[in-house]
């Protein structure tokens, strides 16, 4: 399986160029989504995070700048963009409104059958597409307008995971879920990406699960991206998200302000399991302490 | 009498009522919702929430059992319009929810078709849009605003007509993080200010930490009911229900499962962090 990444350079995007309305949505960009990774986006709305989302499988052109797939600058044969899009799945945020056909099976099937892809072939992508979403078999005959929120939105993304594309773009996949339907979409992702060794880019408002379930992280802030890196790097910077009005994980704030009161509080934590690992470890060395004490 | 009650409220989208076996969005509901409160409503999808909210004021009625809003039956077809009037409702797409094009058009649209007198709409406009801190946008094309300020606009067209008691249904459900702040503001701040009772019903977890009371569904019957420390003390419970708890909740929970003495029931950063302090320097 090979690992694709996937990099802007000098990307700006404008929207209305030379009218009264024109706004620059991206300002020179230039960021790698390293291969069989999942990075995730975060930034306000507003920000730029769609925009970024749709240049990088060519729904939108840059004003200026080039996107490579790999070493392929995307726009190099325009009248072939729709080769890059069978390549860089997009996954729109409430993908769900999309759906159309009969039966899940023919929503599911229908980029592949675009694709040319038919018979058995096609039989085995939409199955598995709907294995790696958790939507079982029976469920295949059924419409989508018989199935719960959570349901339609997984029927969506198995329409674009059965084209089988070298990147997976989401925005937003948990916006609106329950935390039940929000774990178990984002859990499904990521068993994915694990499986396929895909590149996965993931746009999110929750730094809670970006932080969860990321290994790099872009931060955009007004059109630009603010820092960018693994989760550690970016985390570090904790005071530069913050005083861009950007939240940080509630756990990760404990420990900064644990820090701030003079405990030996580690840097680096994310998320409540390592937490509380942290914590446990100072209790147990402030025990120590307190019998070296008596 | 100033409140809203349920009493033995059971409901079902089924046409077949008489049917043995079918199944109940909300069963055997009794609740008194105080004027003034601020209650937040939580439960996962399917947990019966929503059905709640609109039995509420009247857009489902009852199979069995009775709502009344400040005494008045809901089922009684008589009452609709006043009770309409009394409870303001909020739904979750920004989208969905506006008429006009314009801001203030927007926002009249509800006094205008109670009849309002001229003058009157416009003082009750101008109010509105005070509350919900958007004055500055009368003039504005909703479609131009953001997800969060076009949801305070729905807000705003629903104070326009006085109600006591105001309804969110999942209305943050849509809404960026910020958006979601705005709105919940905008609701602490209707409470305290204009003393209008609110009822929040959400699936986020951190929107009940500042309501006075929070209740909890789940399979269409209330499984908690109470301050928001007493519902977030019952991580166990919340869990098995498919619920979260705020991160400073699950941290404080895990370390008093393996047996630390630490308090139930905190949310806020600030309260674990003081807690752990105190923990830590005790050093037992």
């Known amino acids: 399986m090979k690992l694709t990444d996937i990099r802007l350079e000098n990307v700006s995007y404008i929207y209305s160029p030379n009218t009264p309305f024109q706004k620059e949505a991206l300002e020179n960009i230039n960021i790698t989504f390293k291969g069989g990774k999942l990075t995730g986006i975060i930034g306000h709305t507003g920000s730029g995070k769609s925009t970024l989302a749709q240049l990088l499988n060519g729904l939108l052109k840059p004003t200026s700048g080039k996107v490579y797939l790999g070493d392929t600058d995307i726009w190099e044969k325009p009248k072939e963009i729709n080769k890059i899009r069978y390549k860089v799945g997009l996954v729109f945020q409430y993908p769900e409104y999309q759906l159309f056909e009969e039966t899940v099976y023919e929503d599911i099937a229908y980029g592949p059958k675009n694709m040319g892809v038919s018979g058995d072939n096609l039989n085995r992508t939409v199955s598995e597409a709907a294995d790696f979403v958790g939507l079982t078999p029976d469920l295949l005959k059924k419409s989508p307008f018989e199935l719960s929120g959570g349901e339609k939105r997984r029927v969506a993304l198995a329409g674009v995971i059965a084209m089988e594309p070298e990147v997976l773009v989401l925005d937003e996949p948990a916006a609106g879920l329950d935390p039940r339907g929000r774990t178990e979409i984002l859990e499904r992702i990521r068993n994915y990406q694990k499986q396929k060794n895909n590149t996965i880019i993931l746009i999110s408002h929750s730094m809670e699960d970006i932080s969860e379930y990321a290994d790099e992280i872009a931060v955009l802030k007004n059109s630009k991206v603010l820092c960018s890196g693994t989760v550690d790097t970016v985390f570090r910077n904790a005071e530069l998200i913050r005083s861009n009005g950007l939240a940080i994980p509630k756990i990760t704030e404990i420990m900064l302000e644990l820090k701030h009161r003079g405990f030996p509080v580690s840097d680096g934590i994310y998320t409540t399991s390592d937490a509380h690992k942290e914590i446990i470890r100072l209790i147990n060395s402030y025990k120590k302490n307190g019998e070296n004490n008596a | ?284």
């Open chain 2, 1 to 284: 009498m100033s409140n809203i009650v349920f009493e033995n409220v059971s409901y079902t989208y089924t046409e077949q009522p008489n049917l043995s076996n079918i199944p109940f969005a909300v069963k055997n509901i009794n609740l008194t919702i105080e004027k003034g409160s601020s209650v937040v409503i939580l439960g996962h999808n399917g947990s019966g929430k929503s059905t709640l909210a609109k039995l509420i004021n009247g857009i489902l009625l009852p199979t069995s059992g009775k709502v009344t809003v400040n005494g008045m039956d809901t089922s009684n077809q008589e009452n609709i319009l006043e009770i309409r009037r009394t409870v303001g409702m909020v739904f979750q797409n920004p989208d969905n929810q506006i008429v006009a094009t314009v801001v203030e058009e927007d926002v009249a649209f509800g006094p205008e078709n109670l009849g309002v007198p001229p003058h009157e709409i416009r003082s009750r406009v101008e109010y509105a849009l005070n509350a919900v801190g958007m004055s500055e946008f009368r003039l504005h094309a909703p479609h131009q605003l953001s997800g969060g300020q076009k949801q305070r606009i729905a807000i705003a067209g629903v104070i326009a007509m006085k109600p006591q008691y105001i309804i969110l249904d999942e209305s943050t459900a849509m809404l960026d993080p910020y958006g979601r702040r705005e709105i919940l503001d905008t609701a602490h701040s209707l409470n305290k200010n204009e003393n209008i009772t609110t009822v929040l019903i959400t699936h986020y977890m951190e929107e009940a930490v500042y309501a006075d009371r929070v209740i909890v569904m789940n399979d269409g019957s209330v499984v908690m009911d109470g301050s928001p420390a007493y519902v977030f003390s019952n991580v166990d419970k919340l869990k098995a229900i498919g619920l979260d708890v705020p991160q400073p909740t699950e941290l404080l929970y895990l370390l008093s499962k393996d047996g630390h003495k630490l308090p139930a029931g905190i949310m806020t950063v600030k309260d674990a962090a003081d807690a752990l302090e105190k923990y830590l320097l005790k050093g037992e």
